[in-house]
């Protein structure tokens, strides 16, 4: 019987360094989250958001906004003044695409379009606190504080 180091290729089968092991099986998938949504631009491989230098710009995904956006909160979001912020942040890009939007529809509609960006604006934050949320970023805070949703992953 020969040890198994002594055979060729036993990396193959034969792992010493359980740590090492377990980090690339398991994982640390909030950690990755969060790189992932503070990076977004290497996935997407968008050339306009990785020359910002981190700052926020209306191009960037919504996602990555919204996240970017709490980072500067503590534990509690009042989810008021983040959606006015969110709203600030996003406001210049949408009032150009309602624009072509506005121009690409021939029939006459008699709802008032600023009221159908701000509809737009308040799902689209909705739809991003719910993801926040599912991904185990956030949650919802206690019955005291129904305004508010706390940060559950604080830093990366």
């Known amino acids: 019987m020969h040890p198994l180091e ?17 980090s690339a099986l398991i994982g640390d998938l909030r950690r990755r989250t969060q790189i992932d949504l503070l990076n977004f631009y290497k996935i997407l ?6 020359n910002s230098g981190g700052t926020l710009s209306p191009s960037m995904h919504v996602i990555s906004i919204m ?22 942040s996003i406001s210049s890009s949408r009032k ?12 006459k509609d008699n709802t008032n379009p600023q009221n159908n960006s701000e509809a737009l604006i308040q799902a689209r934050f909705c739809r991003v606190v719910m993801e926040l949320q599912i991904t185990g970023l956030l949650r919802m805070s206690s ?13 990366v």
């Open 96 to 107: 150009k695409w309602l624009k072509k939007l506005a121009s690409l529809k021939k029939r």
């Open 45 to 50: 491989k968008c050339g306009c958001c990785s």
């Open 143 to 155: 019955k005291r504080r129904p305004d508010y949703v706390q940060r559950v992953a604080f830093g």
């Open 67 to 88: 996240y970017m956006l709490a980072q500067e909160h503590g534990d509690l979001i009042n989810l008021y003044n983040w959606f006015q912020s969110f709203k600030s």
């Open 6 to 22: 002594c055979m060729p290729f036993h990396e193959l089968i034969y792992f010493k360094d359980v740590d090492n092991l377990q």
